[in-house]
């Protein structure tokens, strides 16, 4: 069964994140970074950019400060491009205190991305072939298959579905390699984040972020005997359309959850949002002024490494989502020198742009 539920709308004197262009990646703590690396280039065609660490500070406290994870915590850091559209920025951490299981879906912090294939049955088969993932039911319409990769990461698989202007619908890169053709990979249709108060979330993203919302619902469990993946339960949902080339889905927790707070990004399962701005100070400002957010010290310019140049700052969020705004200087960052391969870039898009 499936029924729209209210939703707030943003404000009519919402203007968003200043000079925002577009989601420029999704960020994931795995327990192992190679076995990630490898399914996600391997398995679902992916395209490595680079790596780099290790990221620390042996001395002093600046991990607590710009990362918010223990001040001796190490990590290891890889970019792999994910069809047209997006980038995953992949962590590995060794940290005191480091929870290694991550938070189920129906958990505060709990969160999956979502694939759109060309041929769903197509794409099980691949899937199935690799040998590398466990799959779940498909949900009760139908429309959306779950698996579990290698490193314990909750994806799905789904058909284009409909275009209807307002939610961002993948395309496939011109020139699609072996994986992505036999994966009938189009990208990815939107990542998904469970939170505590989905109304208070939902506000967040609109008239901080300047999401537009989409759609809202109320699902049955999705797995057709039980619930799979586990811990998934009937939730309130909302989809947002953030930026020309992403959606967030984001889900209300409730019965049986086990954590009430997400993870620490250098906890299994930790993860964040990043966002593309022209200007990282003039959204920085912005965000300071907005309730419940904690800038996590001041915008820095990476110097050295394969993204030198880079200009960015995380945030917390009264939400419980931890973000970042940055600005790359695509076309001149030094990993370029070493490969062919590229992050996806929002190009001449902004924000508001529906190509």
Same mark, same amino acid.
């Given at each position: 069964?499936?029924?729209?539920?209210?939703?707030?709308s943003p404000?009519?004197?919402?203007?968003?994140?200043?000079?925002?262009?577009?989601?420029?990646?999704?960020?994931?703590?795995?327990?192992?970074?190679?076995?990630?690396?490898?399914?996600?280039? =391997?398995?679902? =065609?992916?395209?490595?950019?680079?790596?780099e660490?290790?990221?620390?500070?042996?001395?002093?406290?600046?991990?607590? &400060?710009?990362?918010?994870?223990?001040p001796?915590?190490?990590?290891q850091?890889?970019?792999?491009?994910?069809?047209?559209?997006?980038n995953?920025?992949?962590?590995e951490?060794?940290?005191?205190?480091?929870i290694? !299981?991550?938070?189920?879906?129906?958990?505060?912090?709990?969160?999956?991305?979502?694939?759109?294939?060309?041929?769903?049955?197509?794409?099980?088969?691949?899937?199935?072939?690799?040998?590398?993932?466990?799959?779940?039911?498909?949900?009760?319409?139908? !429309? &959306?298959?779950?698996?579990?990769?290698?490193?314990?990461?909750?994806?799905?698989?789904g058909?284009?579905?409909? &275009?209807?202007? &307002?939610?961002?619908?993948?395309?496939?890169?011109?020139?699609?390699?072996?994986?992505?053709?036999?994966?009938?990979?189009?990208?990815?249709?939107h990542v998904?984040?469970?939170?505590?108060?989905?109304?208070?979330?939902?506000?967040?993203?609109?008239?901080?972020?300047?999401?537009?919302?989409?759609?809202?619902r109320?699902?049955?469990?999705?797995?057709?005997?039980?619930?799979?993946?586990?811990?998934?339960?009937?939730?309130r949902?909302?989809?947002?359309?953030?930026?020309?080339?992403?959606?967030?889905?984001?889900?209300?927790?409730?019965?049986?959850?086990?954590?009430?707070?997400?993870?620490?990004?250098?906890?299994v399962? #930790?993860?964040?949002?990043?966002?593309?701005?022209?200007?990282?100070?003039?959204?920085?400002?912005?965000?300071?002024?907005?309730?419940?957010?904690?800038?996590? #010290?001041?915008?820095?310019?990476?110097?050295?490494?394969?993204?030198? =140049?880079?200009?960015?700052?995380?945030f917390?969020?009264?939400?419980?989502?931890?973000m970042?705004?940055?600005?790359?200087?695509?076309?001149?960052?030094?990993?370029?020198a070493?490969?062919?391969?590229?992050?996806?870039t929002?190009?001449?898009?902004?924000?508001?742009?529906?190509?």
């Open positions: 069964m499936r029924k729209a539920v209210s939703v707030a404000s009519p004197t919402s203007s968003g994140l200043p000079t925002a262009r577009a989601v420029d990646h999704h960020a994931f703590t795995v327990p192992r970074l190679d076995e990630a690396v490898a399914f996600f280039t =391997g398995v679902l =065609g992916g395209e490595l950019c680079y790596r660490g290790p990221v620390e500070d042996s001395s002093g406290d600046w991990m607590t &400060r710009k990362l918010g994870v223990h001796r915590a190490r990590a850091v890889a970019l792999v491009r994910l069809g047209a559209h997006c995953l920025e992949l962590f951490y060794a940290a005191p205190g480091q290694t !299981s991550p938070p189920g879906p129906n958990d505060v912090g709990g969160h999956h991305l979502a694939l759109t294939v060309t041929d769903l049955g197509a794409a099980e088969e691949h899937l199935r072939r690799s040998g590398a993932v466990r799959l779940g039911p498909s949900d009760r319409d139908g !429309s &959306r298959r779950w698996f579990l990769t290698p490193v314990g990461m909750l994806l799905s698989l058909g284009p579905g409909r &275009r209807d202007g &307002r939610r961002f619908v993948p395309t496939p890169r011109p020139r699609p390699n072996a994986a992505e053709r036999s994966l009938g990979l189009l990208g990815v249709e998904s984040y469970t939170v505590a108060d989905l109304d208070a979330a939902t506000a967040f993203f609109t008239d901080v972020l300047g999401a537009e919302v989409v759609e809202g109320e699902d049955a469990a999705d797995g057709p005997d039980g619930h799979w993946p586990p811990g998934a339960e009937r939730c949902r909302v989809l947002l359309r953030t930026g020309p080339t992403a959606n967030v889905e984001l889900r209300q927790s409730g019965r049986g959850a086990t954590r009430s707070r997400p993870p620490l990004n250098s906890d399962g #930790g993860h964040h949002l990043a966002f593309f701005v022209d200007d990282v100070d003039a959204a920085a400002a912005h965000l300071r002024r907005q309730e419940g957010v904690t800038l996590m #010290g001041e915008p820095e310019t990476i110097t050295e490494g394969p993204i030198a =140049g880079d200009r960015w700052l995380y917390g969020t009264p939400i419980g989502i931890q970042e705004i940055i600005n790359m200087p695509d076309g001149s960052l030094p990993y370029e070493q490969t062919t391969a590229r992050r996806a929002p190009g001449a898009l902004r924000w508001h742009d529906r190509p």
